[in-house]
């Protein structure tokens, strides 16, 4: 592992959404801070920055993470995925995202993309959750807006409607 | 209008927003990822962790010397650059944008870093100095009241600041003639909605036109606008307030951003750079907002058939440290309903307003509702207990009646629609409430604690602007009488016939965008995706008042009125162009997909953008004296919203809609929770612009008020240090405890509003909490609860309060007992050496130091007493602090008693202890004993590791101790959190 200087600006180069990106960072630097102030992406969302609402989750090598306990430097080297990522490169939604627009998933959608993120990863591992799994999965992320009901209605409809 | 209103085709529907493609790719831009020039500095604010102490000095003078810090300011520059803010009151009640002479509570902004970035700006927090002379605080609003209280603002002389009694009917001979006066005593908790998104603002003060340009996710109101400008000293055109399209939420608390607003304002000023400031949780959870924590003394007037002939109403809100505009509007927004949904013409009320050591009071979503109808709901409640009744059936006898509309309520509020008895027999029946009831008996014969609630309510909307006018008396408010509310909108169509809307409303994920583009879409005769509903707001360019701004649930019969106006004018300029062209009178045309055409000839049409593109291609082919171009305002303030009248009736709201709940909850005989079975809400919220957005909003409700219920409340200690600092200390409610409730929806359209539409956002916050509490009651046959009902509050319902763990078989070397923020604890150790050897090491300062855990310095400044330099933290919440300690009592080589403090930008800290030496085999016994308050970040964010981290550095003391006296070298490169993450086996 190489030595950080502290106070130093490191460079720090990942794949973010399968594209190489390059910027500056102390060691001390959070990767929310990175990915959005350096690197300049919108979906990163900074809501508590001590890992319990999960405003801020990105994947990291597939791995969800909370970028807001995250450090830059640590994630150099990595891939990164961000909600960015979810649609189509000619902005069609995914059909998760779609199945959240239908059901009312979201309304400020500040804690929308990090949930994305996790339901990602998590439908990967768990395609057809039951809606008691699903609430215990969501319930990693906090959203002071919705009651949960839409987004548990589009991710179980969302499911539903998916081939296995 | 009338075909327009035939044409309706998307309002009413369940249209999927148009704001939610941009918010699910994640490229939105909230006010973090606004541009910002280059050479844009940051800042970061010093708080306090005293609840109330006089700022005896505040030294900057190493924090200004820091690489990268631009400038340091404090309540001196505040105080010289800015003024106090106006005040609803007529009290000297001074708030700067930072602490000056005093603080008043814990997380008041006492100085301000400016610096390169953000992160700088933190470590210059550190090197500030500031001398506090700690004061007795006043934090519990009952003990706040008394005679020997200490005061908040010695100029006011009382922590009241006003107290108002009002009469309406004949209180008196209602109470005289009752069968049985029901009492109830309560007191409603300090609570917020906490949007994830904290406060942004960037200002830049533009000195060739002494302007301060300002972006923020500001939400209004804007009778704020001129509270900022006048601190700032220029005019309200010389404050420039932009608000982007997008925020992370606001549920009332963002409209608190004002005092940062100026506090960037003027720094921004002093650096000649534009400067932005980002709130972060704790400030957020201990400095932002709170709604006011309410003691009420309620007291119902009742015949013995269940007949409720009078309210006697006491209230007390406590708004905290300051009164920031507008306050004290929860206790005043509610008043013109303050009889409920209850036919109830005798009424009596004295409404008191207390200052404590808290974080100032705010608007937060229900604005006051909760903690009234708290009180009511528990009484009528209360009054079905005393009487042997149904509840439901007091709730029915007590209603408003059918085809009384519009009604005037006892103080003043104009109930415009509505059918309350019929609501809730329409929600018995689809909610199926006696399913509800045999599912009662049933868990009940099984053994549980089953319990039914129920509540019914008025839910109030687009508040009076006159509503604050009834703090004043009668004579004062008659001088300067308020009342109305402004609404304004703006379409514009553009010469290719393009729409587009801006208007005043300044959502934070409310759908705005979508309904109006349903209600032009509808006027128009186009599809709501021809619409674009700009809603970024600039107060230097659109059309507000003061009324402007999302709270109170002013959209449905407010802004949305008000686009509904400027889409008419629109639609009647270019019925006039095109009847011009058709040659049919304006009146016989109608707009129908994109076309404006002759009702009796559908085949003579022209198209709509042509017609549009007319006013601006050819604008001299106009009709005679019409404009040019195609763009309208409309402004919309409803006449039924007047000043108080002389019997100090007001109709605070503009509409009233009915909200009646009721539910099931079982309560876990062994952990006390409170698990929601089922849930029926109905609403009836007049015309319903979008179902999809109307449930999204009662949903949104109902999960805050589970919140409010069940889990959620800002915590003191009793020194006023604030103990909720984190979101795993104020627990906010996840999908693991919000069930979905089932909602029933009626639409009684209102009278007093073209669109038929009412207020749907707040309902829930204001029958929920109560509907749950009178489950309770009822599972456990109780009547004084105190929301939250946590697991800890039920337990001590159900089995008595908790008793101290009697089988501690552990042998433990250290107990430690936190006591809220007080840490105790006590132990013995054996260390090497003579007790003399050890008592040598303490009272050697070299040695000393050595052997306390992050010592940096300590130099020895009188006889006994040190001063040391210590870095010390509790998880994620490290910092340097200034430690005083003296030891006194001091029996060679015996017995001495430790006492001092820590001072640092992360909190404060006294505390004293005991150590006593004896003789041991294998070296010196040593017994000690400490009791330490907290207060401060350590105290806020800190409270559930403060008992593992005491006993972690305590050991970690002695260690060195032991290791110091034995001559061996004292390894201090681990720092002791580590040693506490190993003792859980967490790190090897």
């Given at each position: 592992?190489?030595?950080?200087?502290?106070?130093?600006?490191?460079?720090?180069?990942?794949?973010?959404?399968?594209?190489?990106?390059?910027?500056?960072?102390?060691?001390?630097?959070?990767?929310?801070?990175?990915?959005?102030?350096?690197?300049?992406?919108?979906?990163?969302?900074?809501?508590?920055?001590?890992?319990?609402?999960?405003?801020?989750?990105?994947?990291?090598?597939?791995?969800?993470?909370?970028?807001?306990?995250?450090?830059?430097?640590?994630?150099?080297?990595?891939?990164?995925?961000?909600?960015?990522?979810?649609?189509?490169?000619?902005?069609?939604?995914?059909?998760?995202?779609?199945?959240?627009?239908?059901?009312?998933?979201?309304?400020?959608?500040?804690?929308?993309?990090?949930?994305?993120?996790?339901?990602?990863?998590?439908?990967?591992?768990?395609?057809?959750?039951?809606?008691?799994?699903?609430?215990?999965?969501?319930?990693?992320?906090?959203?002071?807006?919705?009651?949960?009901?839409?987004?548990?209605?589009?991710?179980?409809?969302?499911?539903?409607?998916?081939?296995? | 209008?009338?075909?327009?209103?035939?044409?309706?085709?998307?309002?009413?529907?369940?249209?999927?927003?148009?704001?939610?493609?941009?918010?699910?790719?994640?490229?939105?831009?909230?006010?973090?990822?606004?541009?910002?020039?280059?050479?844009?500095?940051?800042?970061?604010?010093?708080?306090?962790?005293?609840?109330?102490?006089?700022?005896?000095?505040?030294?900057?003078?190493?924090?200004?010397?820091?690489?990268?810090?631009?400038?340091?300011?404090?309540?001196?520059?505040?105080?010289?650059?800015?003024?106090?803010?106006?005040?609803?009151?007529?009290?000297?009640?001074?708030?700067?944008?930072?602490?000056?002479?005093?603080?008043?509570?814990?997380?008041?902004?006492?100085?301000?870093?400016?610096?390169?970035?953000?992160?700088?700006?933190?470590?210059?927090?550190?090197?500030?100095?500031?001398?506090?002379?700690?004061?007795?605080?006043?934090?519990?609003q009952e003990?706040?009241v008394?005679?020997?209280?200490?005061?908040?603002?010695?100029?006011?002389?009382?922590?009241?600041?006003?107290?108002?009694?009002?009469?309406?009917?004949?209180?008196?001979?209602?109470?005289?003639?009752?069968?049985?006066v029901v009492k109830l005593k309560i007191r409603y908790?300090?609570?917020?909605?906490?949007?994830?998104?904290?406060?942004?603002?960037?200002?830049?003060?533009?000195?060739?036109?002494?302007?301060?340009?300002?972006?923020?996710?500001?939400?209004?109101?804007?009778?704020?606008?001129?509270?900022?400008?006048?601190?700032?000293?220029?005019?309200?055109?010389?404050?420039?307030?932009?608000?982007?399209?997008?925020?992370?939420?606001?549920?009332?608390?963002?409209?608190?951003?004002?005092?940062?607003?100026?506090?960037?304002?003027?720094?921004?000023?002093?650096?000649?750079?534009?400067?932005?400031?980002?709130?972060?949780?704790?400030?957020?959870?201990?400095?932002?907002?709170?709604?006011?924590?309410r003691l009420i003394k309620m007291e119902a007037?009742?015949?013995?058939?269940?007949?409720?002939?009078?309210f006697r109403f006491d209230q007390q809100d406590?708004?905290?440290?300051?009164?920031?505009?507008?306050?004290?509007?929860?206790?005043?927004?509610?008043?013109?309903?303050?009889?409920?949904?209850?036919?109830?013409?005798?009424?009596a009320v004295t409404n008191r307003?207390?200052?404590?050591?808290?974080?100032?009071?705010?608007?937060?979503?229900?604005?006051?509702?909760?903690q009234m109808?708290y009180a009511i709901?528990r009484i009528?409640?209360?009054?079905?207990?005393?009487?042997?009744?149904?509840?439901?059936?007091?709730?029915?006898?007590?209603?408003?009646?059918?085809?009384?509309?519009?009604?005037?309520?006892?103080?003043?509020?104009?109930?415009?629609?509505?059918?309350?008895?019929?609501?809730?027999?329409?929600?018995?029946?689809?909610?199926?409430?006696?399913?509800?009831?045999?599912?009662?008996?049933?868990?009940?014969?099984?053994?549980?604690?089953?319990?039914?609630?129920?509540?019914?309510?008025?839910?109030?909307?687009?508040?009076?602007?006159?509503?604050?006018?009834?703090?004043?008396?009668?004579?004062?408010?008659?001088?300067?009488?308020?009342?109305?509310?402004?609404?304004?909108?703006?379409?514009?169509?553009?010469?290719?016939?393009?729409?587009?809307?801006?208007?005043?409303?300044?959502?934070?994920?409310?759908?705005?965008?979508?309904?109006?583009?349903?209600?032009?879409?509808?006027?128009?005769?186009?599809?709501?995706?021809?619409?674009?509903?700009?809603?970024?707001?600039?107060?230097?360019?659109?059309?507000?008042?003061?009324?402007?701004?999302?709270?109170?649930?002013?959209?449905?019969?407010?802004?949305?009125?008000?686009?509904?106006?400027?889409?008419?004018?629109?639609?009647?300029?270019?019925?006039?162009?095109?009847?011009?062209?058709?040659?049919?009178?304006?009146?016989?045309?109608?707009?129908?997909?994109?076309?404006?055409?002759?009702?009796?000839?559908?085949?003579?049409?022209?198209?709509?953008?042509?017609?549009?593109?007319?006013?601006?291609?050819?604008?001299?082919?106009?009709?005679?004296?019409?404009?040019?171009?195609?763009?309208?305002?409309?402004?919309?303030?409803?006449?039924?919203?007047?000043?108080?009248?002389?019997?100090?009736?007001?109709?605070?709201?503009?509409?009233?809609?009915?909200?009646?709940?009721?539910?099931?909850?079982?309560?876990?005989?062994?952990?006390?929770?409170?698990?929601?079975?089922?849930?029926?809400?109905?609403?009836?919220?007049?015309?319903?612009?979008?179902?999809?957005?109307?449930?999204?909003?009662?949903?949104?409700?109902?999960?805050?008020?589970?919140?409010?219920?069940?889990?959620?409340?800002?915590?003191?200690?009793?020194?006023?240090?604030?103990?909720?600092?984190?979101?795993?200390?104020?627990?906010?409610?996840?999908?693991?405890?919000?069930?979905?409730?089932?909602?029933?929806?009626?639409?009684?359209?209102?009278?007093?509003?073209?669109?038929?539409?009412?207020?749907?956002?707040?309902?829930?916050?204001?029958?929920?909490?109560?509907?749950?509490?009178?489950?309770?009651?009822?599972?456990?046959?109780?009547?004084d609860?105190?929301?939250?009902?946590?697991?800890?509050?039920?337990?001590?319902?159900?089995?008595?309060?908790?008793?101290?763990?009697?089988?501690?078989?552990?042998?433990?070397?250290?107990?430690?007992?936190?006591?809220?923020?007080?840490?105790?604890?006590?132990?013995?150790?054996?260390?090497?050496?003579?007790?003399?050897?050890?008592?040598?090491?303490?009272?050697?300062?070299?040695?000393?130091?050595?052997?306390?855990?992050?010592?940096?310095?300590?130099?020895?400044?009188?006889?006994?007493?040190?001063?040391?330099?210590?870095?010390?933290?509790?998880?994620?919440?490290?910092?340097?602090?200034?430690?005083?300690?003296?030891?006194?009592?001091?029996?060679?080589?015996?017995?001495?008693?430790?006492?001092?403090?820590?001072?640092?930008?992360?909190?404060?800290?006294?505390?004293?202890?005991?150590?006593?030496?004896?003789?041991?085999?294998?070296?010196?016994?040593?017994?000690?004993?400490?009791?330490?308050?907290?207060?401060?970040?350590?105290?806020?964010?800190?409270?559930?590791?403060?008992?593992?981290?005491?006993?972690?550095?305590?050991?970690?003391?002695?260690?060195?101790?032991?290791?110091?006296?034995?001559?061996?070298?004292?390894?201090?490169?681990?720092?002791?959190?580590?040693?506490?993450?190993?003792?859980?086996?967490?790190?090897?």
């Amino acid at each position: 592992m190489p030595q950080l200087n502290k106070g130093a600006h490191h460079p720090v180069t990942l794949t973010l959404n399968g594209d190489e990106v390059t910027g500056h960072a102390e060691p001390r630097m959070l990767l929310s801070d990175f990915l959005t102030h350096e690197i300049g992406i919108t979906s990163c969302h900074v809501g508590c920055e001590h890992g319990v609402c999960g405003a801020c989750t990105v994947l990291v090598d597939g791995t969800v993470m909370r970028a807001c306990l995250t450090l830059a430097v640590q994630a150099d080297g990595t891939e990164v995925e961000t909600a960015e990522n979810l649609a189509s490169d000619d902005g069609e939604l995914s059909g998760l995202q779609q199945a959240f627009k239908k059901h009312h998933g979201l309304q400020c959608g500040y804690c929308t993309p990090g949930i994305l993120m996790s339901l990602t990863a998590y439908l990967k591992e768990n395609p057809k959750p039951t809606e008691e799994e699903l609430r215990d999965m969501l319930s990693g992320h906090l959203c002071r807006c919705t009651g949960y009901v839409g987004m548990v209605k589009a991710v179980l409809d969302y499911c539903e409607n998916q081939e296995t | 209008m009338a075909d327009a209103a035939e044409a309706k085709k998307y309002l009413g529907q369940p249209v999927e927003r148009v704001e939610d493609e941009i918010l699910l790719m994640g490229k939105a831009q909230y006010s973090d990822h606004l541009p910002t020039r280059a050479g844009t500095q940051h800042a970061a604010i010093l708080r306090s962790p005293h609840a109330h102490a006089k700022i005896i000095s505040v030294d900057t003078s190493r924090a200004e010397k820091m690489p990268g810090v631009t400038a340091v300011m404090t309540g001196d520059d505040v105080r010289e650059m800015s003024e106090a803010f106006l005040i609803v009151l007529r009290q000297p009640i001074n708030q700067w944008a930072l602490a000056v002479e005093k603080v008043r509570y814990v997380g008041e902004p006492v100085a301000l870093v400016v610096a390169r970035d953000r992160y700088i700006a933190e470590d210059a927090l550190s090197e500030i100095d500031v001398v506090y002379e700690p004061m007795k605080p006043a934090i519990d609003q009952e003990e706040a009241v008394s005679d020997d209280a200490p005061i908040v603002h010695e100029t006011v002389g009382s922590n009241v600041v006003s107290t108002r009694n009002f009469s309406y009917g004949d209180p008196e001979a209602a109470f005289a003639e009752a069968d049985k006066v029901v009492k109830l005593k309560i007191r409603y908790p300090r609570n917020s909605q906490t949007p994830l998104e904290g406060f942004v603002v960037t200002a830049d003060y533009h000195p060739g036109e002494d302007l301060y340009d300002v972006a923020s996710n500001y939400q209004g109101p804007f009778t704020s606008h001129p509270v900022m400008s006048m601190a700032l000293r220029v005019k309200n055109s010389q404050l420039r307030m932009r608000t982007p399209q997008w925020s992370g939420g606001g549920f009332g608390v963002k409209v608190q951003i004002f005092p940062y607003v100026v506090l960037i304002c003027i720094a921004s000023k002093k650096v000649g750079k534009p400067v932005k400031w980002v709130e972060d949780k704790l400030e957020h959870l201990s400095a932002a907002a709170a709604a006011p924590n309410r003691l009420i003394k309620m007291e119902a007037a009742v015949k013995s058939d269940g007949t409720v002939t009078g309210f006697r109403f006491d209230q007390q809100d406590d708004y905290g440290a300051f009164l920031r505009a507008p306050m004290p509007g929860p206790l005043y927004r509610m008043h013109g309903i303050l009889t409920g949904a209850y036919d109830i013409t005798n009424l009596a009320v004295t409404n008191r307003v207390v200052m404590t050591n808290k974080c100032p009071s705010a608007m937060v979503r229900g604005f006051g509702g909760p903690q009234m109808y708290y009180a009511i709901e528990r009484i009528m409640h209360k009054v079905a207990v005393e009487l042997e009744m149904d509840p439901l059936d007091v709730i029915r006898k007590n209603l408003v009646p059918a085809g009384v509309f519009p009604y005037r309520a006892a103080a003043g509020a104009l109930l415009d629609s509505g059918d309350y008895p019929a609501a809730i027999e329409k929600a018995v029946e689809d909610g199926a409430l006696d399913e509800l009831k045999k599912r009662r008996d049933e868990r009940r014969a099984a053994g549980k604690k089953y319990g039914i609630g129920y509540a019914a309510i008025v839910e109030p909307a687009q508040s009076n602007m006159g509503y604050l006018s009834n703090i004043l008396p009668r004579d004062e408010r008659q001088r300067n009488p308020k009342g109305g509310a402004v609404a304004n909108a703006t379409v514009n169509v553009d010469p290719l016939g393009t729409v587009s809307v801006t208007a005043d409303s300044i959502p934070q994920g409310q759908g705005h965008m979508t309904i109006l583009s349903q209600i032009v879409a509808d006027v128009l005769g186009l599809t709501p995706d021809h619409i674009k509903v700009n809603l970024d707001f600039d107060t230097a360019k659109d059309a507000w008042s003061i009324a402007t701004g999302n709270y109170s649930s002013r959209f449905s019969s407010a802004t949305a009125v008000a686009c509904q106006k400027a889409a008419e004018k629109v639609r009647a300029k270019l019925s006039r162009i095109a009847s011009q062209t058709l040659n049919v009178p304006p009146d016989q045309l109608e707009f129908v997909e994109g076309k404006i055409r002759d009702t009796s000839n559908i085949e003579n049409a022209i198209n709509f953008y042509r017609a549009a593109g007319s006013a601006h291609w050819t604008p001299g082919n106009l009709p005679d004296e019409m404009e040019p171009c195609v763009r309208e305002t409309g402004s919309w303030s409803p006449p039924e919203l007047e000043s108080p009248n002389d019997k100090d009736q007001i109709n605070t709201s503009l509409t009233y809609g009915f909200v009646f709940d009721f539910c099931g909850i079982e309560i876990d005989d062994d952990t006390g929770e409170v698990k929601i079975d089922r849930y029926v809400t109905l609403h009836d919220s007049g015309t319903l612009l979008n179902p999809l957005i109307a449930d999204g909003q009662v949903h949104g409700a109902f999960a805050w008020a589970v919140g409010c219920a069940l889990y959620e409340e800002f915590v003191y200690g009793d020194d006023g240090s604030f103990l909720t600092g984190t979101f795993a200390d104020y627990l906010v409610p996840t999908s693991w405890e919000v069930p979905e409730p089932e909602i029933i929806h009626m639409e009684s359209p209102s009278m007093v509003t073209p669109l038929g539409a009412k207020g749907i956002g707040e309902g829930n916050c204001m029958s929920t909490p109560v509907c749950l509490a009178n489950a309770v009651a009822d599972a456990l046959d109780v009547d004084d609860l105190t929301l939250p009902l946590t697991p800890a509050k039920i337990s001590a319902l159900i089995h008595g309060e908790e008793k101290p763990p009697t089988n501690d078989t552990i042998a433990a070397d250290t107990s430690t007992k936190g006591e809220g923020n007080v840490l105790q604890g006590s132990g013995e150790t054996v260390v090497p050496g003579e007790p003399q050897d050890v008592w040598d090491t303490l009272l050697d300062p070299e040695a000393l130091a050595a052997v306390i855990p992050g010592c940096h310095k300590l130099d020895q400044v009188g006889d006994n007493s040190y001063e040391a330099d210590v870095s010390l933290g509790v998880g994620p919440v490290r910092g340097r602090f200034k430690a005083n300690v003296a030891l006194s009592d001091m029996i060679e080589p015996e017995k001495a008693t430790l006492s001092g403090g820590l001072i640092g930008p992360l909190g404060a800290s006294r505390g004293s202890g005991h150590v006593t030496l004896s003789a041991a085999d294998g070296g010196t016994k040593v017994a000690y004993d400490y009791a330490i308050e907290l207060s401060g970040t350590v105290a806020s964010v800190g409270g559930r590791l403060l008992e593992g981290a005491a006993k972690a550095l305590v050991n970690q003391f002695f260690q060195r101790l032991g290791a110091q006296v034995g001559g061996e070298p004292v390894t201090g490169d681990e720092p002791w959190w580590r040693g506490l993450l190993r003792s859980l086996g967490l790190v090897k």
